[in-house]
């Protein structure tokens, strides 16, 4: 692979919520950012981090299951607990690094 071409950018951002089963506020936060996402276009995914160490990946629970619900932008640590929407929404109206927008 040429290391001098970009690499491809997705064209949507991505909000990955990051939650474990009986999280009622996790629950709130996913309705919360299923609104946003119809409002704003990103694509929006839920990975329960129980789910996914028992399948084998305990990097997820290990590193943000003490503080769930978390909030991923674009695989970056954006919030926990709850919905910064102020701060979410003006990350998600900048240009995504290396976007023709840039």
């Given at each position: 692979m040429d290391m001098s071409e970009p690499r491809p950018q997705p064209t949507r951002r991505q909000v990955q919520l990051l939650t474990r089963a009986g999280c009622t506020v996790c629950l709130r936060v996913q309705a919360q950012l299923a609104d946003l996402a119809a409002?704003?276009?990103?694509?929006?995914?839920?990975?329960?981090?129980?789910?996914a160490a028992a399948a084998g990946d305990t990097s997820l629970r290990a590193e943000f299951g003490d503080r769930l619900p978390v909030i991923l932008l674009d695989g970056e640590e954006h919030s926990?607990?709850?919905?910064?929407?102020?701060?979410?929404?003006?990350?998600?109206?900048?240009?995504?690094f290396g976007s023709p927008a840039d």
């Amino acid at each position: 692979m040429d290391m001098s071409e970009p690499r491809p950018q997705p064209t949507r951002r991505q909000v990955q919520l990051l939650t474990r089963a009986g999280c009622t506020v996790c629950l709130r936060v996913q309705a919360q950012l299923a609104d946003l996402a119809a409002e704003l276009g990103f694509e929006l995914s839920t990975t329960d981090v129980d789910v996914a160490a028992a399948a084998g990946d305990t990097s997820l629970r290990a590193e943000f299951g003490d503080r769930l619900p978390v909030i991923l932008l674009d695989g970056e640590e954006h919030s926990y607990w709850e919905v910064d929407e102020p701060r979410l929404r003006a990350d998600l109206a900048r240009p995504i690094f290396g976007s023709p927008a840039d």
